[in-house]
Every structure is written in C-alpha cells, then in structure tokens.
C-alpha cells in the first residue's frame, strides 16, 4: 500500500516530474487546470492526531487539503515567485484546531467535485511530493503525509476511519535552503533578502557538513 518517498536535491526552479498517481493520472506536458480526476462522495472519516480532518476521496483514495493542516501543528507557507507550498511540522504551533467537518447530501460514491493539474510543488518537511488542485486549495494523498513522517495508518472498517499519528515525530525538515551567498541554511527560500530564484535546496546534513548554521530568523530551535 505504501512505497518509500526518494529524498531528492532539488534546485528551486525545477519542474516537478509528473508520474502516475494513485487515483489519477497525470501525463507529461498536461495543461495547467486540466481535470485529471473526480471527488466522490465518502462516509470514510480521517483523524490526525485523533482530530478529525476533512477527507476527500479522489477516485477511490483519500486526500486531505494541505491548507487545513495549520490547524493540526504545521507551518504552511506559499512562496507565489517560485510556486511552491512548503509545510512544516514545527513546534511552535503544536495547538490542534478541530474542524468541524460539513458532511455531503449526495449519494455516496456520486461525483461532487473534479481535481485539476496544478504547477505548484509541494514540499511536506523537505520532502517534494505530488499535488492537484480542488477548488483553489492545494490536495495530498494521506498516504504521502504518513510516508513522510514514517507514521503509520489506521484503519478502522466498523467505524469507517483513516488515522494517523503525526505528535512526537521528527520537528525538522531533513532538506534546507541555502541562498546564493551567506553561511545559514533555511527553512524557507525567501528569508530576509534571498532571491527564491537563486536559492538551493539540499540535504541538511550537507549543509552542516560544509559548515552553514541554522539561520535565527526562520529556523526553528
């Protein structure tokens, strides 16, 4: 059910490489908002951290929308220059919102949204992976959350649940940013001047290797 996430270098103006995704599936040189699946109506109800997320079941698989992950103990931050969203698990902003999730009238299994082609790329602790556009909000398959933070997942067929453990994981993305100059890595690409354009994003454990320190504005201590 769950395959390992490759840990990649990438520069900040490399396109992501489309694949084949569980639920849709995506072809090179697809035009942007070009709808590559369906939302179907699910009774299946998904928890992080015991808090109820809403859930969206693309084609058979679950997602959850990125932006609402603010409100389970991560930091999302858009980067409109270079079309990234970047999601980290910090430990400042540990206090869990719940949601209070509207359920659908339609019948279940029936279609009551598409998902479109996104060129945003996703970047969940440092790790890029694959995203869709659902009504201007960013989707992820639950399984690539779980994959990241080596969490894994419940399921609960009497009670219809999906749920996943994401508390007293790794805090710290294991990819940074480093800008074209200076001796800090970063959590984000746009700290203070950087250019996002200019800006390289490696293994941490390389930047610490050749002798760069966290930087004390964005970096989490």
């Known amino acids: 059910m769950r395959k390992t996430l490759k840990r990649i270098t990438i520069l900040a103006t490399l396109a992501l490489t489309l694949f084949i995704a569980a639920g849709a599936t995506v072809e090179t040189g697809t035009a942007l908002g070009t709808r590559v699946g369906d939302v179907l109506n699910t009774d299946i109800r998904v928890f992080i951290d015991e808090e109820q997320i809403e859930g969206f079941n693309i084609n058979g698989n679950t997602y959850i929308a990125v932006e609402a992950l603010e409100g389970f103990g991560f930091n999302v931050i858009w980067n409109g220059e270079a ?23 339609a019948l279940l299994g029936s279609v009551i949204a598409g ?14 992976v694959e995203s869709f556009n659902l009504g201007g909000t960013t989707v992820i398959h639950i399984d690539t959350l ?27 993305p294991s990819y940074v940013w480093l800008s074209a100059t200076g001796i800090r ?5 746009n700290c203070g001047t950087m250019n996002p354009a200019n800006a390289r994003f490696v293994p941490l454990r ?16």
């Open 83 to 105: 079309r990234q969203l970047l999601v980290f698990h910090g430990s400042e902003c540990m206090v869990i919102t719940p949601q209070e999730i509207q359920p659908h009238i």
């Open 115 to 128: 998902i479109f082609y996104t060129d945003i790329v996703t970047y969940v602790n440092g790790i890029a």
């Open 146 to 172: 779980a994959e990241v933070f080596e969490s894994p997942i419940t399921w609960n067929s009497t009670e219809r649940t999906l749920s996943v453990e994401i508390l007293n994981r790794p805090q710290y």
């Open 185 to 189: 890595f970063h959590s984000i690409d």
């Open 206 to 221: 390389y930047a610490q290797s050749t002798g760069f320190d966290s930087c004390g504005i964005c970096w989490e201590h």
